[in-house]
């Protein structure tokens, strides 16, 4: 079963960056399509960042495009989302997920079936 852990959270001021790794574990790294998540406090869980397989496609929120970019290093077994121009309303918990055996990227939650436990992003005012 493919397992996912996030790391490169933290407490960063208002205009700063922040680059979340996602590592792939237990397994060789499948050709699947990867997403990143957030949920703020109080807020439902939204779509940040999406990439295919081969990275030739890439999706993102109008919240965060201009700001994050989101790539992968498949012979790493790592995704990243580098985030820059960090808002207070950027503070959430930020998943990586899979899609299992889909290299299509998607904007839908229930599109993804393997998710990482999350790292916590907070920026301050």
């Known amino acids: 079963q493919v397992q996912l852990m996030e790391s490169g959270g933290g407490l960063v001021q208002a205009g700063g960056s922040l680059r979340l790794s996602c590592v792939v574990s237990?397994?060789?790294?499948?050709?699947?399509?990867m997403g990143w998540f957030r949920q703020g406090p109080g807020k439902d869980r939204e779509f940040v960042a999406a990439?295919?397989?081969?990275?030739?496609?890439?999706y993102y929120a109008d919240s965060v495009k201009g700001r994050f970019t989101i790539s992968r290093d498949n012979a790493k077994n790592t995704v990243y989302l580098q985030m820059n121009s960090l808002r207070p309303e950027d503070t959430a918990v930020y998943c990586c997920?899979?899609?299992?055996?889909?290299?299509?990227?998607?904007?839908?939650?229930?599109?993804?079936?393997?998710w990482g436990q999350g790292t916590q992003v907070t920026v301050s005012s």
């Open positions: 997920a899979a899609r299992g055996s889909l290299s299509a990227p998607s904007y839908k939650p229930d599109d993804y079936y393997t």
């Open positions: 237990g397994g060789a790294f499948s050709r699947t399509a």
């Open positions: 990439i295919s397989w081969s990275g030739d496609r890439i």
